[in-house]
């Protein structure tokens, strides 16, 4: 792979109007950004703050000619399947969407984690597609975007090369990745190659959920109310962190830090059983070296997506302030929750501006 300077050469003309389409660049979508509505600038006692998002899908849809006429095709780019399409494509309707909510910087991601499913060869092809994909992006909007690499994580030793070249090579500032490969567990010894170099680099990993469906049986969470979502979510999402937690995954690997969407899951919302279980369960069997709950002041963090002032008053004080950051799950319809910060009576001035956009200009080393 080129190195990051050279890479930067094949995009050096890139515009705003770039759109990660597949087909290059779009005049049009400039025209689109310098027509959109008035951006919204989000102020903390009449200062100016920057918003950053942790939690933005996208695709990158170059992919779909790497996997065509494979098993995989159907789940990729903009397809139908799992990769996405739609408003998961970047384009001016992103940049748009953005400034209507106030956010300055995304910190973009790929969740759909079907690549999971490929062989060694297929998925080195895979990732760097989408890594360079993503890389181009930023670099022509380096403003508003930074970007979490894929990772072949099937493929541990592997995934750990593509996250130093992703890092170090093409300038994304972590890896996203999903709760589980193929049904087991991330806190397995085979993975650790893959935790060591993230701990290594000092990079956040952000962990998104795909609808437990390494934990529930099949068809528990079809039906009404879009359980796979509202339930699955949030569900693998504490499944994962106790792993990590009760293997001993994050005393093997002291430097890492994990943020985990959907503010947690039902973890940080009911720690209390979590922290009690190594003390009063004799069956047990943990491995963790401190605390659950200590675990939630330094290596785990997690995004604001729990939509109510009393919800986001209980993160605080299991968690603190460091350990949330502002996430929206866009391009998905959730609830905005700049306002609910803002609005926050349990935050002082300097906590807000901390879950809104200073903890992660810390963590992703934004400069700009």
Not at 85 to 92: A, D, F, K, R
Not at 193 to 213: T, Y
Not at 333 to 362: R, T, Y
């Amino acid at each position: 792979m080129a190195n990051r300077r050279d890479f930067f050469k094949t995009v050096a003309a890139a515009t705003a109007g770039f759109v990660v389409s597949g087909r290059g660049v779009a005049d049009a979508g400039a025209r689109a950004v310098q027509a959109a509505p008035r951006r919204r600038e989000v102020t903390v006692a009449g200062r100016r703050v920057k918003v950053i998002d942790v939690h933005c899908h996208c695709v990158v849809q170059e992919v779909a000619d790497v996997v065509k006429g494979t098993s995989l095709a159907s789940n990729a780019g903009g397809g139908a399947g799992r990769g996405g399409g739609g408003g998961n494509v970047l384009g001016p309707e992103r940049l748009r969407l953005m400034d209507q909510q106030g956010l300055d910087i995304q910190a973009l991601s790929i969740n759909g984690y079907w690549w999971y499913a490929a062989d060694r060869d297929l998925a080195r092809r895979i990732v760097q597609v989408q890594n360079e994909g993503l890389a181009k992006w930023v670099a022509a909007h380096p403003d508003r975007f930074v970007a979490f690499a894929s990772v072949a994580l099937q493929h541990p030793d592997l995934a750990a090369e593509q996250l130093e070249d992703a890092v170090k090579k093409l300038g994304l500032r972590g890896a996203s990745i999903g709760g589980h490969v193929n049904g087991e567990d991330l806190s397995l010894p085979k993975y650790d190659p893959f935790w060591a170099k993230a701990a290594e680099l000092g990079v956040l990993v952000f962990m998104h959920p795909g609808g437990a469906d390494n934990i529930v049986r099949e068809g528990a969470l079809r039906g009404r109310g879009e359980l796979g979502n509202i339930i699955g979510n949030p569900l693998e999402t504490t499944y994962f962190l106790s792993r990590l937690i009760f293997d001993g995954t994050l005393d093997r690997h002291p430097g890492l830090r994990i943020c985990a969407g959907h503010a947690g899951g039902y973890l940080p919302s009911y720690l209390g059983r979590t922290e009690a279980a190594c003390q009063v369960r004799p069956n047990a069997n943990c491995a963790n070296k401190k605390h659950p709950s200590e675990y939630f002041k330094r290596e785990l963090l997690i995004d604001t997506m729990i939509f109510s002032e009393e919800g986001l008053r209980h993160l605080v004080a299991e968690m603190g302030v460091s350990q949330i950051v502002y996430g929206t799950d866009i391009p998905f319809n959730w609830p905005v929750g700049v306002d609910l910060v803002l609005n926050a009576s349990f935050l002082n001035n300097a906590d807000k501006e901390a879950i809104l956009g200073g903890n992660l200009i810390k963590l992703l080393r934004i400069t700009s």
